[in-house]
């Protein structure tokens, strides 16, 4: 069973899962949290209708913080309900799902309960929904360094390989000579690499990174000395170490990426940069993760130098900007170079779309972001965007349609939510639609009043009254 977005449940189920999320946003909790229940019981695959579930449930909860008591009785699984849901986890899965999710309502920290969400997930392969159940397991036992396994595992499954190796470094930092850690975060990093390290595309087909590195060791002790080493003293340790073996190794690509990277550390740019073309150089380097390493380098390059400009100079200003200008110029440039070499890349139309849109060529912005709306993890980020170039050209009514747009699609009341729904405001309010953009400032308020200026913007509404 693979979990399911918002657009492959039935239509009965979708209607009832936005019914819940606009009980949830008027904070009438119960109601929202039976919607969600109502849902699950027919789609518990439904990831989205599950984290909603969580929230509603903490939310009514207080939040979620906890005390001792509460944690005690949180991980004491004598409930009657517990018992049942693990008496229906062998047969039914879903089933002990639906149970838990009962105990959570009443008590969202329960860990009894998550312990049984996280191994039905397993069992019905939900890999996300049991990574929800990990995070509160997580802060209910943080010193757990088994469970700290397990969750940093879970995550990695889902594909945020950095995240995973995280929740095990800060658990490290306590326990620096746990060789069980050591080894857990050594064997997660080497997954990383192998999983993210984008090698697999340097030659354009299978196998081929195995064939670079040879060993998968040495490829998890290369990412977890660059992931844990933090010094500079460490740093130069590691760049003296590689550089002595390179000669011997001269096609060990990993180690040549390594060195580009611990140079970009140290500041070295120039001799970062001469690693990353020894690998374009290579033949192997038809990889868009390397084309992008060496467009943050220069980026960095740049960062570097607009920070070391004197600020007591008089013409710290001109200077910082000319700086800036070459920078956007380049990003431009390197931008179009990879949509040039990607042209269905649609997460390289979207940046290239952001930085038309700092540079305020809008029409060039809005056919990007046209194009890469058409990508299901930047369309949201695509059609604000869409919606500001619209209105920075005055076309108001398409902005706001746009805004709306997103803003339905949004069905978590995020950050990202709050900043399309002030944006939005902000047209209404041009516009002259005083009442009307009150109504959209007056949303986010409720929730959340030192939200930017929305606060300012109320009370100015009401005195104007």
């Not at 838990?100 to 069992?123: F, G, M, T, W, Y």
């Not at 998968?216 to 010094?231: F, G, H, I, S």
């Not at 990508?375 to 005055?394: E, M």
């Amino acid at each position: 069973m693979a979990e399911k977005k918002l657009s492959e449940v039935p239509r009965d189920a979708r209607a009832l899962f936005t019914k819940g999320a606009e009980a949830a946003q008027r904070e009438n909790l119960d109601y929202a949290i039976a919607l969600f229940n109502q849902v699950l019981a027919t789609e518990p695959a439904f990831y989205d209708c599950r984290k909603a579930l969580r929230d509603a449930q903490f939310k009514k909860a207080g939040g979620g913080s906890t005390g001792f008591f509460k944690k005690m009785m949180s991980g004491a699984g004598s409930s009657p309900q517990i018992a049942k849901a693990k008496m229906a986890m062998g047969k039914n899965p879903a089933e002990a799902m639906a149970i838990a999710e009962q105990v959570l309502n009443a008590d969202p920290n329960s860990s009894a309960a998550h312990r049984i969400i996280v191994e039905a997930a397993k069992a019905l392969e939900l890999p996300r929904t049991a990574v929800l159940s990990y995070e509160t397991l997580s802060k209910n036992s943080p010193k757990d360094k088994k469970l700290a396994v397990e969750y940093a595992t879970a995550v990695s499954d889902i594909g945020e390989n950095a995240r995973g190796e995280n929740i095990l470094i800060e658990l490290l930092r306590e326990n620096p000579n746990d060789g069980d850690l050591n080894q857990s975060l050594k064997n997660l990093s080497a997954r990383k690499t192998l999983d993210e390290g984008g090698y697999g595309a340097l030659a354009g087909g299978e196998g081929s990174y195995r064939d670079i590195l040879k060993d998968k060791d040495e490829a998890a002790a290369l990412e977890q000395e660059k992931r844990v080493v933090k010094t500079e003293d460490n740093t130069a340790r590691l760049i003296a170490e590689y550089e002595t073996r390179l000669p011997n190794e001269p096609d060990n690509l990993k180690l040549v990426r390594s060195l580009a990277e611990l140079y970009t550390q140290k500041k070295q740019f120039d001799r970062a940069l001469e690693f990353y073309d020894r690998i374009r150089n290579s033949g192997m380097g038809n990889d868009p993760s390397l084309d992008t390493a060496i467009a943050n380098t220069i980026v960095r390059r740049f960062d570097h130098r607009i920070a070391e400009v004197n600020p007591f100079d008089v013409d710290h200003a001109e200077r910082v900007a000319a700086l800036q200008a070459e920078k956007l110029e380049f990003q431009l440039a390197e931008c179009r170079k990879r949509v040039e070499k990607y042209p269905t890349d649609l997460a390289i139309r979207f940046e290239m779309g952001v930085l038309y849109f700092q540079a305020e060529k809008i029409s060039e912005a809005i056919a990007e972001f046209q194009k890469a709306q058409n990508n299901p993890h930047k369309r949201i980020a695509a059609t604000s965007y869409l919606a500001q170039c619209f209105a920075k050209r005055k076309m108001f009514d398409s902005a706001v349609r746009k805004f709306q747009d997103a803003i339905k699609e949004k069905i978590v009341f995020d950050e990202e939510k709050k900043d399309l729904i002030y944006h939005l405001g902000c047209v209404l309010e041009t516009m002259g639609k005083k009442a009307e953009a009150h109504e959209q400032f007056l949303l986010i308020y409720e929730t959340d009043a030192s939200y930017k200026d929305v606060a300012a913007k109320v009370d100015a509404f009401y005195a104007g009254q």
